[in-house]
């Protein structure tokens, strides 16, 4: 299963510090994935098996616990990572409109990562900004009381911005 | 005369503009010797940004809807002293009475300090009650603690309402040197957002109550388990707790007094699931969030199988102020049954949304209708969703119902942990119970086929319904299988999953019934069952419509009636949206 190719290959050493700190924690393992998801932006399989091995464990107890959890990924994500708000103040306040304009405009499915790398979508469970609703996050910044024309005129700006550069 | 601005900067405050505010705010009264400052959120979140204008340490004036434009305008009035140019700032006298008509013991703070100065905690009474507590002249021994809790009537605030007392007692009891207090601030319930409120406007708070509780139950490790997706609460709590072991509440031989007890924050990684306690130390513990069998309990076999206590961030809030006041004071508040206040986000179509802290005891009506202003755009109330994917839906004709654990759950509802979300008749109540079974559905751990294949079954019924494939039987299909997922789950999660489907079918069976005998939503919001018509009378021919349709399903000449073909219409609602002369209907 492991990928042999030299190319594809993670930096295992980046992940080094936070073994060093945790592999030998009881009840650490969250935590461990935490941190590579933050270095790697995702958890690629070689990473997986690193931290089983470092921590004692098995690949498949590994995988059995990251899939449990939705913060982590499997695939490299864009850029701009966009967390549409689907709570239920969200939902009675039209989030599924705002859904269709991000799909209209980026051609992209819940889940998945434009073409360019720039922008992947993901449609979430409660940001906990429910007076705002709806609501989306993209990386770190919060948008709120969105309608399709705006959440247009946010997209654009951030293509223009990266069209710029 | 000492004058300092106050920005708010909670999660919502920041979305709306707060952090531009600020940083416009700052160039401009550098070297003015007035101080600007940050604190949490107050909870008028439809208010965002707020700004509070401080002299001498009283409120001179609230303004609220700041925008970074503002900035010079404001700093201008406080320099010269002269506000009317911002007098059109400031909050009305109706918006004011959202706050005055609550009684605030959790959030008591929230909004008032600077969450990131234990300085500023201090000063408004914080660490009161665990010096108290722990003074060598008249202090107080775990038991008194106890006692003293036991007379408040707290009950957990998470959800469920069991009395806090006798957790803490168990706890106590259990034999161990090695036992652990928990914060469950995993807060998932989508709709409810009080505790991370209450983290990012006042962590000291909460420190101390844990305090307070790890003292109580002999525990030397106190845990929060808080929300990967609450970033700033995180960041906040994390300084908080770098404050309190500086000042000498965290860490080693706490006060003097002997007691000692550490702090830690355990990320969570998004699983609803985890709300529940077992599944939340199965998640502490580095696994899979699948809850244990019940007995043991947590107090007896918790965190690595030894005595630990949990409970959620609202509930340990009221503990110091219970500590100060004494149980009588909180005991005094509210009804038989339930003691103390409750705090509510109030979301949805509501006119004033935000967070609501109130005595057990009022009515729904009060709270939706006095605090929250009502229906906002003119719409008619028809439900208002409490407890969130445990809980149901409560129609307008049980508007009167006391606020209550014992009331609530009568409705079919829960009191839950406070969501408040109300509808109004453009929401459709069969969609609502869908949208609550893809949730529970996707979040079941899987453990028991019950809730795994259970909430699936449910779910795809449901969706059958609201996509007009609705067949004869489905409704009493559904109640068979509420029935079997509630007594068959082991957790929570899957005892209360089928509460939206129930609830929604004892008050809204009619819509259930139009969906499925007459293919008709009406709420008008389930696209499969619409169907868009141009009245020719109204039609000027002016072949907009047409043009906008996506699918060129509209048809007809210019200066003729239009006509939308029902096989290839894709239910978009563009030709209505278009129309300039209202012709196009839906039904």
Known sequence: MQCQCAANRSDLSLLEPVLAEYADVKGSLITILQHAQEIYGYLPTDVIYHIAEKTGSTPARVLGVATFYTQFRFQPVGKYLIMLCDGTACHVNGSSRIAAAVREYLHVENGGTTEDGLFSFSIVACLGCCSLSPVMMINEDTYGSLTPAKVLEILKEIRAKEAAK | ?587
């Open chain 2, 1 to 587: 005369m000492s004058i300092r601005i106050a920005v708010g900067k909670g999660s919502c405050g920041i979305a709306a503009g707060a952090g531009k505010l600020s940083e416009a705010l700052a160039p401009l009264l550098e070297g003015t010797g007035i101080t600007l400052g940050t604190v949490g959120c107050i909870g008028m979140c439809w208010l965002e940004p707020i700004v509070d204008i401080y002299e001498n340490g009283l409120l001179k004036a609230r303004l609220v809807q700041v925008q970074p434009e503002q900035a010079p305008m404001i700093a201008e009035a406080v320099r010269t002293g002269d506000f009317s140019v911002i007098e059109p700032l400031r909050i009305t006298k109706e918006d004011s009475a959202f706050l005055t008509q609550q009684t605030r013991i959790a959030l008591r703070n929230c909004g008032i300090i600077d969450p990131d100065s234990i300085g500023s905690a201090l000063e408004a009474g914080g660490y009161q009650a665990i010096g108290k507590i722990l003074s060598k002249e008249n202090g107080m021994s775990p038991e008194d603690v106890i006692e003293c809790i036991k007379v408040s009537g707290l009950a957990g605030r998470g959800g469920a309402g069991f009395p806090t007392w006798f957790k803490w007692n168990a706890a106590r009891q259990s034999p161990g040197d090695e036992k652990y207090l928990i914060c469950n601030a995993d807060e998932g319930d989508p709709g409810a957002f009080m505790d991370r409120a209450v983290i990012e406007s006042d962590p000291h708070t909460l420190i101390e109550g844990m305090l307070i509780g790890a003292y109580a139950i002999g525990a030397k490790e106190a845990i929060v388990y808080v929300r990967a997706e609450y970033p700033l609460a995180i960041k906040r709590l994390e300084h908080a707790i770098a404050e309190a072991r500086d000042a000498g509440y965290i860490g080693q031989n706490i006060l003097g007094s002997g007691f000692s007890c550490e702090f830690r924050i355990k990320a969570g990684a998004g699983a609803f699931v985890c709300g529940e306690e077992t599944a939340l130390i199965e998640s502490l513990q580095g696994q899979r969030g699948m809850p244990r069998l019940k007995p043991p309990f947590p107090a007896a076999a918790g965190y690595w199988y030894k005595p630990s206590n949990i409970n959620n961030v609202e509930t340990y809030a009221n503990v110091a102020w219970i500590i100060n006041n004494g149980g009588e004071a909180f005991a005094a508040m509210g009804t038989e049954d339930s003691k103390g206040t409750k705090v509510f986000a109030l979301t949805g179509k509501i006119r004033r949304g935000g967070l609501v802290e109130i005595p057990m005891g009022m009515t729904l009506r009060q709270v939706i209708f006095d605090i929250g202003g009502g229906i906002r755009d003119g719409g008619t109330f028809k439900a208002v969703q409490m407890g969130g994917p445990s809980g149901g839906c409560i129609p307008a004709s049980l508007l009167d119902t006391v606020i209550d654990y014992k009331k609530l759950a009568a409705t079919g509802a829960i009191m839950g942990s406070g969501g408040m979300v109300v509808m109004d008749d453009s929401t459709c109540m069969v969609g609502m119970a869908k949208f609550f079974l893809d949730f529970t559905a996707k979040e079941s751990c899987g453990k028991c086929v019950h809730c795994r294949i259970g909430t699936k079954r449910l779910q795809e019924i449901l969706t059958r319904i609201v996509e007009g494939k609705g067949k004869e039987g489905d409704i009493e299909l559904l109640e068979e299988l509420c029935n079997a997922v509630r007594d068959g789950a082991l957790c929570g999660l899957g005892q209360t999953a089928p509460n939206p489907v129930l609830s929604t079918l004892r008050y809204f069976r009619d819509e259930f019934e139009a969906h499925i005998n007459e293919k008709r939503c009406p709420a008008h919001t389930c696209t499969d069952l619409l169907h868009y018509h141009i009245d020719a009378e109204k039609c000027r021919g002016c072949t907009a419509c047409a043009r906008k349709c996506p699918v060129y399903a509209i048809s007809g000449v210019v200066k003729g009636p239009h006509e939308i073909d029902q096989n290839s219409c894709i239910r978009c609602g563009q030709c209505m949206a278009t129309c300039k002369f209202g012709a196009v209907s839906v039904d």
